[in-house]
């Protein structure tokens, strides 16, 4: 464990040095990595968590940069897949965290794969079906995830623990109608919006 990088966060008594040495044993999936999955993604890479497997299907574009803080120009110049660009952000930020990027969609062919082995699953997407399936998975593998949303303004993040709070299918146990929720292309999307909900997502990752 790095003593001088991670000092400030093992002063804080709930974390301490046992706390940061299970940060440094943790992996991560971070579903999605566009504004939100970006933002955790890189709160986590400097919280020291050891392992992050980042997934997304998608390629860096000038509209992202407004709200996804680990892409460059030069990103979106060269149409950098999500998951590979931010590999590369987040190894300059700290080469200690091992990062693995996929270039894939998330589907109910792969959900499970993507989840097995991993300790937390963080929710980057921005749609419901995605959300489903990593509830799913993460209920039949008992993993726990952490959902969250921004549009506009508005954020929100939920703690999802299998087996001890209520899933996603619970609280929603009907998928909204297609067009029916706003979304960051219709209604946009603050970035102070954006890193809110992933505060409040690595807060509770760190728990």
């Known amino acids: 464990m790095d003593d001088v990088r991670y000092s400030r ?8 040095h046992v706390g ?17 999955g970006s933002a955790a993604a890189e709160q986590l890479c400097r919280a020291g968590v ?19 803080t680990l ?7 060269a149409a950098l897949p999500k998951a590979v660009a931010a590999r590369e952000r987040l190894a300059a930020i700290n080469a200690a965290v091992a ?8 589907h109910a062919g792969n959900v499970c794969e993507l989840v097995a082995g991993c300790d937390l699953v963080i929710d980057g997407g921005d ?7 990593i509830n799913e998975a993460c ?18 993040s939920l703690p999802i623990l299998p087996g001890e709070t209520p899933c996603l299918r619970c609280l929603q ?27 409040w997502q690595v807060a509770e990752a760190l728990k």
Do not use: K
């Not at 966060?9 to 301490?16: D, E, K």
């Not at 940061?20 to 939100?36: D, F």
């Not at 980042?54 to 574009?61: I, Q």
């Not at 460059?72 to 110049?77: F, N, S």
């Open 173 to 199: 146990d009907q998928l909204p109608a297609a067009g029916e929720s706003p979304t960051c292309d219709t209604a946009g999307a603050m970035i102070p919006a954006v890193h809110l909900a992933a505060a």
């Open 20 to 36: 940061q040495e299970r940060l440094g044993q943790a992996r991560v999936l971070v579903a999605g990595c566009g504004a939100l």
């Open 139 to 156: 209920c039949l593998a008992r993993v726990p995830w952490i959902y969250a949303a921004c549009v506009g303004a508005y954020a929100v």
């Open 71 to 77: 892409y460059t120009e030069a990103d979106a110049a």
């Open 9 to 16: 966060q093992v002063r804080f008594a709930p974390i301490g």
């Open 50 to 68: 050891g392992r992050l497997r980042l997934v997304d299907r998608d390629f860096v574009e000038p509209s992202n940069l407004q709200r996804q």
């Open 127 to 133: 749609n419901f079906v995605l959300r489903h399936l």
């Open 99 to 106: 990062v693995e990027a996929v270039v894939a969609e998330i």
